[in-house]
């Protein structure tokens, strides 16, 4: 009766050969797959029916769009890190949005498979409806979210933290240690409690009152009193220090049910600098032992903000003058050359950076102009920065020549072990012939401008000290001769060459080329400026509007020449001294006496700041040219402007300057026809 | 307790390099940078270290007062900073990290030499005028999600995870071990993290800004990432072609790339 | 190079008088400023001495401010001297602007000596 078996071996009825396809689609589980970017391409029947939506309408979309709004934030905070690093997920707790936009508890188990590059390929999920656990869930929750809700402290801990976050940010956004300790007084005893008082306590543990905000009889409380013993007591302890009845009465609330007076000490970095003083007030905080914690961490937030306003003035003060001493000292006295510099430390908040600039006499007839930038900020990089600036002064002196220096400065600092990378421009110019010869360090291109166009002076390049030059390792290998080059160029007495750190020109959004570009263009421009103005002219604009973390520096160099002079002034009273130092300069060169030189410097000075107040000033496109020419034996100046005079309002000031002009010069002539011409002569002795 | 304890602080990479602090964002713990931080070991002092609360940090240092917002956690940052005297520091945070370094830079902005925001959002509920991306009820709602997972989690498997503490390796077997935070605590900093609003504080950054963003976020939508950038003066906004929150798990390469191109741009 | 370093006032005591001493170059860009703080300097002075031996240019706008110094001086009854030294800078522009050679003085001694 063979066949007659109804369970002969073979295939039980419910396992059909398709039914692995309905095994996957009809399992009591809900099963997808996804791609790594969490885009849906298989899903099974079940998890469709769980939803109440088609496949269709399912295949690729993400995962995370089928959970809820929570659900969505705790998958990508929690589940796809998770996922991504332990490659698998076990039962975790999600809501899926289920049909008519209800709630779906359900679990998750997932897998990441990845290939065998250890890429990821897919993730495999199976989802389990767990409704009834849910439920059991959500039960506890609500309990244990009563159980805290109930606690009084609840509302009291919510209002303490909003107050130290206000705290924490009002005192964030003050700069110094006054500004800072102003505020915590303020807020603190305007806000917080009856009033507020900060104590000073000093190296040797001294304490005495400094800032305060209204409270009662601050100074005139003696140490031995109820404050000055709870600070006391709250310096040695280094615990909060709450004091209830005081001997002496206060114009604050008497207070039921706290303390009258809290000492907190301000503790940070293991050393108490300070105490917070609090006066109660009977609608405000109560000083109980619950607040305890509180108070503590109020001081420690207030002692930690104020102690870093302190560190970072302290470190930022020395390492300014420290830069500040170094970068004083006299340009070198020589008529025939103008030098002007302008240093402007990184913008405020930073540390100060490593840039300098420096002019000296090399030799007889010769004067070295250097500018530099050391790698990094702060106190190191100011003193990297002098110790190569001394270098530079004693290796230049020696008369080698820029190359030469150069390579003495690596030598320097393969020795030094400090200021590798610096970037450095040197300069030396013969005073008699104009004649310039320079090198660059890895330094941006100086400007020249000659006749009213500038060009980058590209010569004369090698990388920055202690570089790897020509393949060669850092150290003696590079300090050998011939691995640094100069080039020379000629400079005419209206040329003009500036000399500038990458501060001045380096910009995030823009290309180095273009902003040097446009540097160059600007000196073109302004070339005809006092020297001093010209460096104005050039940070004014370049550095307008500009958040930069970094120093810059610039120098600006005009030869000087006996013949005709010409400037031209800003609208700016600034100008003035700008001027007076270009043709004093240009004064001496023409070798009169001493008396000639100081009347004529002040009798254009006079002038000039006649045409600037009372032409000129608060017009942006209006300028003063001052013009000077020797003819004999007698000195001609020009001052001229094209602006419409205004009379003085005091009828006096515009009058006297001229008045003085007059006892100044031989000749005057003043000219108004549209703007105002003072035409002024001089006849000069020999020297006095 | 001291802070290198206490924030389970680990540093690798050259004793003598710049400084490069990686923090870790809500969710998770110092293992997230596994395949970004070591790229800097090279050049760099690479400092890892958990929020309190988070991974091997030391959970009894937590208190409700301290990191009642998120200053309480740019605090421990600045200490951190203190103990290993960390200066001219790049700045690494993720997600809320992100934030928390910039209240950091501001208290202490000598400190800080670059900031590079990963996915970085001032403000996850939508404002007035303002698009953070989430409904005050998602917030409440996902809360709650945290709450289920923490319930189940604390009875069933912190048992495993207390029963071997001499046998690290054993982490890698247990269930969802990585990124372990104690539930209350992870109910606060979700608290704090989802409903603190730094918008305000942005445009005062001063330090030079990398905001990393990417192409597809659900947490800190492209739009954000813009706002971020626009209020930074002078940031730097990239866009990585990366799905979700986390490009250093889920492009680890991309990631490195973009921090070190802006590590080596710019002025120093 | 800095305007602000342009000119700077410092006071010093010298037996019950106060020194101002101006150095730099005193001009109309910082005329305003230097007023201002040689007031505040000398708001509770009984007796003034301003030393200008250390201006290395003075101009008109400079001399205003003395002016003014000088006038509120002597409404308060406060005796004042002023020092420049002559051959000075600071003494060729006094000169120039013909001021009162009563309060002038060639040394900062002299200028002591000098007051009531």
Same mark, same amino acid.
């Given at each position: ?225 109820? =404050? ?102 006299? =340009? ?36 070295? =102009? ?319 | ?100 370094? *910039? ?124 706002? *971020? ?40 | ?116």
């Amino acid at each position: 009766m063979a066949g007659a078996r109804p369970n002969s071996p073979g295939v039980h009825p419910a396992l059909q050969p398709d039914s692995s396809e309905d095994l996957f689609e009809h399992a009591p589980c809900g099963y997808l797959t996804t791609l790594p970017d969490g885009s849906i391409i298989r899903v099974n029947q079940t998890f469709l029916t769980w939803l109440g939506r088609s496949r269709d309408d399912v295949l690729g979309l993400r995962f995370v769009d089928l959970l809820t709004d929570g659900g969505r934030i705790y998958h990508e905070t929690h589940l796809r890190p998770l996922l991504e690093m332990q490659g698998h997920l076990r039962q975790i707790a999600v809501d899926l949005v289920g049909p008519g936009g209800g709630r779906l508890a359900v679990l998750l188990n997932a897998v990441l498979h990845r290939d065998s590059e250890g890429q990821p390929v897919a993730v495999r999920t199976t989802v389990f409806d767990a409704s009834e656990r849910q439920h059991y869930e959500r039960e506890l929750l609500r309990e244990r979210r009563a159980a805290e809700d109930a606690a009084a402290t609840a509302r009291a801990l919510h209002e303490h933290s909003s107050f130290l976050a206000r705290l924490s940010r009002c005192l964030d956004e003050a700069d110094g240690w006054d500004e800072r300790a102003a505020r915590l007084v303020e807020l603190v005893g305007g806000e917080l409690v009856g009033a507020a008082e900060l104590w000073d306590v000093d190296a040797v543990g001294r304490v005495r009152p400094t800032v305060n905000n209204g409270s009662p009889g601050p100074g005139a409380e003696s140490l031995s009193g109820d =404050v000055g013993s709870a600070v006391r007591a709250a310096v040695d302890t280094g615990e909060p220090v709450l004091r209830g009845e005081l001997s002496t009465p206060t114009t604050v609330d008497r207070v039921d049910g706290g303390a009258a007076l809290a000492a907190l000490p301000m503790t940070v970095r293991g050393r108490t600098s300070g105490v917070l003083v609090l006066w109660a007030r009977h609608d405000r905080l109560r000083f109980t032992p619950e607040v305890r914690p509180f108070l503590t961490e109020l001081a420690g937030r207030a002692a930690l903000s104020l102690d870093n306003a302190r560190l970072y003035e302290r470190e930022r003060s020395t390492a300014l003058t420290l830069q500040r001493s170094l970068l004083a000292g006299a =340009v070198p006295d020589d008529p025939r050359l103008r030098i002007a510099a302008a240093y402007r430390p990184a913008v405020e908040g930073l540390e100060v950076g490593g840039d300098w600039h420096d002019a000296f006499t090399v030799g007889p007839n010769r004067i070295g =102009v250097v500018v530099g930038d050391v790698v990094g900020r702060g106190i190191a990089a100011a003193a990297a920065m002098g110790q190569l600036r001394s270098a530079t002064r004693a290796v230049a002196t020696s008369g080698v020549g820029p190359a030469r220096v150069l390579e003495g400065l690596d030598q320097f600092v393969a020795h030094l072990d400090a200021g590798q990378m610096t970037t450095v421009a040197y300069v030396e110019i013969d005073l008699d012939s104009g004649r310039a010869t320079y090198a660059c360090a890895g330094h941006p291109p100086p400007v020249l401008v000659h006749e009213g166009t500038s060009r980058l002076l590209w010569d004369g390049r090698s990388p920055p000290l202690g570089a790897h030059i020509g393949g060669a390792p850092r150290g003696p290998a590079s300090s050998e001769p011939g691995c640094r080059t100069d080039a020379t160029v000629d400079l005419s007495a209206d040329d003009r060459l500036v000399l500038y750190t990458d501060g001045l020109v380096e910009r995030r959004r823009s290309p180095l080329q273009r902003s040097i570009d446009r540097l160059a263009a600007l000196a073109a421009r302004e070339a005809d400026l006092p020297v001093a103005s010209l460096v104005d002219a050039l940070t004014a604009e370049l550095l307008a509007g500009v958040v930069t973390p970094d120093d810059v520096c610039v120098v600006a160099i005009g030869r000087i020449a006996t013949g005709p002079f010409h400037r031209r002034l800003r609208p700016l009273v600034s100008d003035l001294r700008a001027l007076r130092a270009d043709l004093q300069a240009w004064l001496c060169l023409q070798d009169p006496d001493r008396t000639s030189v100081d009347a004529l410097v002040l009798a254009a000075n006079e002038a000039a700041a006649n045409a600037i107040e009372h032409g000129i000033r608060g017009e942006p496109g209006g300028t003063v040219t001052v013009r000077a020419e020797r003819a004999g034996d007698e000195i001609r100046i020009d001052v001229v402007d094209e602006g419409t005079w205004r009379a003085p309002e005091d009828g006096r000031f515009g009058g006297r300057g001229l008045t003085i002009v007059g006892r100044l010069v031989d000749h005057l002539e003043v000219h108004r026809d549209g703007g105002t011409r003072v035409h002024m002569r001089r006849r000069v002795g020999g020297p006095a | 307790m001291d802070v290198v304890t206490r924030n389970h602080v680990r540093t690798s990479g050259r004793p003598d390099g710049q400084p490069i602090l990686f923090a870790h964002g809500f969710g998770c713990d110092q293992q997230m940078w596994r395949h970004v931080a070591p790229a800097f070991e090279d050049r760099y002092r690479v400092v890892l270290f958990d929020h309190v609360g988070a991974g091997a940090s030391d959970l009894a240092s937590f208190s409700p007062e301290r990191y009642a917002d998120l200053g309480g956690y740019a605090r421990d940052v600045l200490e951190i900073c203190d103990d290993l005297a960390l200066t001219d520091m790049v700045f690494v945070g993720h997600s809320v990290s992100a934030i928390i370094g *910039v209240l950091a830079s501001l208290a202490a902005p000598g400190r800080f030499s670059r900031l590079v925001l990963v996915g970085p959002s001032p403000r996850y509920v939508d404002d007035d005028g303002y698009a953070g991306g989430f409904s005050r009820a998602a917030i409440e709602d996902m809360l709650d999600a945290l709450d289920r997972n923490y319930l189940g989690w604390s009875t069933a498997m912190a048992p495993v995870i207390v029963g071997n503490p001499d046998r690290p390796e054993l982490g890698e077997e247990l269930t969802n071990s990585f990124c372990r935070t104690d539930p209350a605590i992870a109910r606060q900093f979700a608290r704090v993290t989802f409903l603190s609003d730094n918008r305000d504080d942005l445009h005062r950054v001063r330090v030079p800004t990398l905001v990393l963003q990417c192409a597809d976020d659900a947490i800190a939508p492209v739009a954000v990432g813009r706002y *971020v950038h626009a209020e930074i003066p002078g940031s730097e906004l990239v866009t990585l072609d990366v799905s979700g929150h986390c490009p250093h798990l889920s492009a680890p390469q991309a990631t490195v790339a973009a921090i070190d191109a802006f590590l080596r741009s710019g002025p120093r | 190079m800095s305007p602000d370093d342009a000119c700077r006032v410092s006071t010093a005591e010298r037996d019950g008088r106060l020194v101002v001493c101006l150095t730099g170059e005193l001009d109309v860009a910082v005329a305003g400023e230097v007023e201002r703080a040689v007031n505040a300097a000398v708001a509770a002075a009984a007796a003034v001495v301003v030393d200008l031996d250390g201006l290395t240019f003075l101009d008109s706008a400079g001399v205003r401010v003395l002016d003014h110094l000088l006038g509120a001086c002597y409404e308060r009854g406060v005796p004042v001297r002023v020092v420049a030294t002559p051959g000075s800078p600071a003494a060729f522009t006094l000169r120039v602007c013909a001021f009162p050679d009563h309060v002038m003085c060639a040394s900062t001694d002299e200028a002591l000596a000098d007051l009531p």
